[in-house]
């Protein structure tokens, strides 16, 4: 066997394998703290590339976003293409639409808008409904029917809210029947002050009725007495 | 499932079409050999390669990275499947190796030893581990060509490896970096120039030359 032969080499002397061994490459120790190593990438992270087509795909998200007055985060359970557009078509009978973005492109549409709270809820399986309307009860009943979306927040109106304030605003009642409630309250609260102001006088008037009465029934047993 | 765009940065593609965009044939038999027959010589097949390392106009290679003999049919293969795979007015390529020029000499079948060398049977081309066989270049990416290039590596009869102007940009600052960033501060170099535990009588000539790098 020659040292140079291509196809099995010669077998290294037992010494000459040690010295290969021996000095090896060593990673240098790291000094760091291992709260530093674990959280710091060891790799410098690669630089950002403007992209083109992600800038483009947030423009359009952004405007969507700024055109509706009801925008609904969900966590996507794993829909498939089938599920999808059942929920599309269900949503669509009350104007909604179902938009699957990626969470780069929705980084970029909300940056710096008022939308940037939404950053907190952003994650990879996001899925957006988006409405003209702020028809939160159609669509958390429909949410609640598809079963594999679950709510993580939403802004309606211009008002962010939680899952459970959403749902306190989709109970509450309409406008007109809000506005007969707030009447009647402040109706209410005249008609408690005109009774307030007349009940002392009311309360004097029945006890001298009373004592009066009792007056007459204890002169009454006197003279039957005398 | 995870959402990310394709970016579809403009490329410049003002890259010159040269005079011959395809590998050349190569002969299978040099003209004016000086020496009909030779020693093996197995000098020209060791150690790292002097010449043809670096890419010169070329994009994208396929580099040895061990020694060995090319013969004038995997020269052809080479040629033949470059230009059945790619298109040749958008790629080119280049040869890096010499027609075949080292003669090897055979015995015929049946034949007694004795009797002296035998005849010329083929012409081979020497090549060093870390010579280009081939240069490519023109308006592609390298995805594009990998598999052409795959292709071909897979049936030369030495380890290769495909490599591109920034990939070897990044070998030689990988190097650099292990050299600097070395914890073991025993170096074959040192323990070899210095004799420690008479290592000398285990090493040969190369290895104070190459220093356990190529043998």
């Known amino acids: 066997m020659k040292a140079v032969n291509t196809r099995m080499k010669k077998p290294m002397h037992i010494m000459r394998a040690k010295l290969m061994k021996l000095t090896e490459y060593e990673k240098p120790k790291d000094l760091r703290p291992m709260a530093e190593t674990c959280t710091v990438f060891l790799r410098s992270l690669e630089a950002k590339i403007d992209n083109p087509t992600q800038t483009f795909y947030a423009k359009m998200c952004r405007r969507s976003l700024e055109s509706s007055k009801l925008v609904a985060v969900f966590h996507n359970e794993g829909m498939d293409a089938e599920d999808t557009i059942r929920l599309r078509r269900r949503l669509m009978k009350h104007n909604m639409d179902v938009k699957i973005w990626g969470m780069q492109v929705v980084q970029e549409a909300i940056h710096e808008t008022k939308f940037r709270h939404f950053e907190d809820i952003l994650h990879r399986f996001n899925l957006y409904v988006i409405s003209e309307e702020p028809a939160v009860l159609e669509l958390l009943k429909v949410a609640k029917r598809s079963g594999r979306i679950h709510l993580l927040g939403g802004l309606v109106e211009d008002r962010f809210m939680s899952p459970k304030q959403m749902q306190e605003y989709s109970l509450s009642p309409s406008l007109e029947v809000a506005r007969g409630q707030l009447a009647g309250i402040l109706n209410s609260s005249l008609s408690r002050t005109h009774s307030l102001l007349q009940s002392n006088q009311q309360n004097l008037a029945t006890n001298l009725e009373q004592l009066a009465k009792g007056k007459v029934n204890t002169d009454g047993k006197e003279e039957t007495e005398v | ?215």
Not at chain 2, 126 to 137: D, F, T, Y
Not at chain 2, 185 to 210: H, M
């Open chain 2, 1 to 215: 499932m995870c959402c990310t765009l394709l970016s579809f940065l403009y490329q410049p593609t003002d890259i010159p079409i040269p005079e011959k965009t395809k590998l050349t044939f190569k002969n299978k038999v040099p003209q004016n050999l000086k020496w009909k027959k030779s020693f093996k010589n197995l000098k020209d097949i060791r150690g790292p390669a002097t010449a043809a390392n670096i890419l010169t106009e070329g994009q994208y290679g396929i580099m040895a990275t061990t020694g060995g003999y090319l013969k004038h049919g995997h020269l052809e293969m080479i040629r033949l499947t470059f230009g059945r795979r790619v298109d040749s007015n958008k790629v080119f390529a280049r040869w890096r190796v010499n027609a075949p020029h080292k003669p090897v000499t055979k015995k015929g079948q049946g034949q007694r030893m004795g009797g002296g060398k035998g005849n010329v049977d083929h012409y081979v081309t020497a090549v060093k581990a870390g010579r280009l066989i081939i240069e490519v270049w023109g308006k592609a990416e390298l995805q594009e060509v990998m598999p052409v290039l795959t292709e071909i590596r897979k049936k030369l009869p030495f380890r290769s490896k495909i490599v591109s102007v920034d990939s070897l940009k990044e070998e030689e600052e990988v190097e650099k970096y292990l050299v600097e960033n070395n914890a073991n501060p025993w170096t074959f170099e040192k323990i070899a120039r210095e004799n420690y535990l008479g290592v000398s009588k285990y090493l040969g000539p190369y290895d104070y030359k190459w220093f356990g790098r190529y043998r």
